[in-house]
């Protein structure tokens, strides 16, 4: 997959463009996707455009966490299919730029549309004036279709980015799954950890998120992780570590980390690009007083998570 990333020098054509934020890649986005992925049939080019920014961070500066990153939110596009992600500098000109410039030079001269699909309460442009009532009228003087998807409730709830944050503040990886249409993941490279883990007879992969991505409450949770292809159910641990001497930390003191132990794994990570999907939180992050005590526990969430898969995930 194509992206375009934080520049304005691009040129297509034929496409089918679905636009919005895309913050979680959530079932409502999927609908967006696999409408324009159909007009792959007809020989269009399947388009999802974005921001660079987060616009509410650009406008008002507020620091709202990222249920996917850049980079995730890339790798989840590509898997379905998509052959462009236009990731559009959020600037000041783009701040102040009419609705129907927008239209006019980003989506028709820029992007080519000649299919644009939105959900029905996309919003666009200098205050957000452009609407899908906007999008309609231009449509004959362009030349391009649009095509207006519905909100999608679930449990009479509207699907969106503001409703999976809420059940990932409370740890609900099973409602967050469920709205996503696949379980909430973290992606990264595997760093050199403290190595408690491999004393203790556990050796784990140790991810260090970006800032900007949301995390759960730190604790315990099953979890599945992508390596080479392979898919390897495990037990990860979110949070910093408060087990672990200072004296023993090689990877800072106090940093919320991702620490994963693969069952029936062998073999280095150290440097792999890894996704770590979380399926259901078990328990709060714990300090013990001891390493014994640590290990006993880390055996038990083992056992947890073993049955879990047995039980629930096939």
Known sequence: ??????????????????????????VGHRLL???????????????????????????????????????????????????VLVSYPFDDSVIHMEAETFVRDVLVKKMG??????????????KRRGNVRLLNQMSDEFGYQLKVIRKLKIDGEEVGSSLIRSYLAKGAMEKAHELLGSPFYVFGEVL???????????????????????????????SKTLVDGLW?????????????HREDRKDGTGEQGVETHLFDFSGDLYGKQIRVALYHYVRPEQKFPDYEA??????????????YFLTNIS
């Open 232 to 244: 390897y159910p495990g037990i990860t641990n979110i949070g910093t570590k408060p087990t672990i």
């Open 1 to 26: 997959m194509q992206h375009i990333y934080n520049t304005t020098e691009f040129q297509f054509h034929n496409t089918a463009v679905s636009l919005g934020k895309f913050d979680g890649i959530h």
């Open 294 to 307: 640590l290990s006993r526990q880390m055996h038990s969430d083992m056992e947890y998570g073993r049955s």
């Open 192 to 222: 050199h950890g403290n190595e408690i883990g491999r004393t203790l007879g556990m050796p784990t992969a140790n991810l260090l998120p970006m800032q900007e991505k949301l995390l759960p409450p730190n604790g315990v949770y099953v």
């Open 33 to 83: 996707m696999s409408e324009i992925m159909e007009e792959k049939k007809h020989g269009l080019t399947a388009a999802a455009f974005s921001f660079a920014k987060h616009p509410r961070k650009q406008i008002d500066h507020t620091v709202n966490r990222l249920i996917y990153t850049e980079q995730e939110k890339k790798t989840l596009l590509e898997e379905l299919g998509l052959d």
């Open 113 to 126: 549309a000649e299919r644009i699909v939105v959900g029905e309460d996309f919003c666009f442009g200098y």
